[in-house]
T-cell receptor, first 115, second 111 residues
Framework: DAGVTQSPTHLIKTRGQQVTLRCSPKSGHDTVSWYQQALGQGPQFIFQYYEEEERQRGNFPDRFSGHQFPNYSSELNVNALLLGDSALYLC??????????????FGAGSRLTVL | DAKTTQPNSMESNEEEPVHLPCNHSTISGTDYIHWYRQLPSQGPEYVIHGLTSNVNNRMASLAIAEDRKSSTLILHRATLRDAAVYYCILRGYDRDDKIIFGKGTRLHILP
């Protein structure tokens, strides 16, 4: 049973460019969340997608946008890249249920370097 | 902001038990306590979770204080592969509850 898969694993961009990161959730999961993790820091919540809509958003500018497709896969887009956007971007999935027992499954992440 | 407080780092000897503490004084009655760990160059992985009672699984044990304002993750016999950053987080009842991570505890295992 495949877990969460993310692509690409590594990429290098220059300031001002745009990037798209992709995520396939664990089989059976319908909710996808994205996190940004700077070096030495814990993951920071960007947003969550459910039923192809953004349901929750963290403290990130509008340059960060996303999409969820009917097959539950998701994309994270970042426009006008800044040096500070260099980080590991993590995708996590779970099954939408009203319970605090809901467990997240994370992918290995996409390492973005902005030069 | 993270709703939990953890020590920045801890050290333990291999094959000895490790107790990782977490404070969550503002926990609500419906919040579950979850622990995740992040090995080097990997995404976080689920370790254990609980609500009120102590919990055991093949990876670890979770001891929850009676007032639920603190908890302890217990690794019964640490190995070098347990060296990681351990995150204690609270997860609420709402379906759209966003999980907020703190900086976690970096656990060093000494051979």
């Amino acid at each position: 049973d495949a877990g969460v898969t993310q692509s690409p694993t590594h990429l290098i961009k220059t300031r001002g460019q745009q990037v798209t990161l992709r995520c396939s959730p664990k089989s059976g999961h319908d909710t996808v969340s994205w996190y940004q993790q700077a070096l030495g820091q814990g993951p920071q919540f960007i947003f969550q997608y459910y039923e192809e809509e953004e349901r929750q958003r963290g403290n990130f500018p509008d340059r960060f946008s996303g999409h969820q497709f009917p097959n539950y896969s998701s994309e994270l887009n970042v426009n006008a890249l800044l040096l500070g956007d260099s980080a590991l971007y993590l995708c996590a999935s779970n099954l939408d249920r009203a319970t605090g027992a809901n467990v997240l499954t994370f992918g290995a992440g996409s390492r973005l370097t902005v030069l | 902001d993270a709703k939990t407080t953890q020590p920045n780092s801890m050290e333990s000897n291999e094959e000895e038990p490790v107790h990782l503490p977490c404070n969550h004084s503002t926990i609500s009655g419906t919040d579950y306590i979850h622990w995740y760990r992040q090995l080097p160059s990997q995404g976080p992985e689920y370790v254990i979770h609980g609500l009120t009672s102590n919990v055991n699984n093949r990876m670890a044990s979770l001891a929850i204080a009676e007032d639920r304002k603190s908890s302890t993750l217990i690794l019964h016999r640490a190995t070098l592969r347990d060296a990681a950053v351990y995150y204690c987080i609270l997860r609420g009842y709402d379906r759209d509850d966003k999980i907020i991570f703190g900086k976690g505890t970096r656990l060093h295992i000494l051979p």
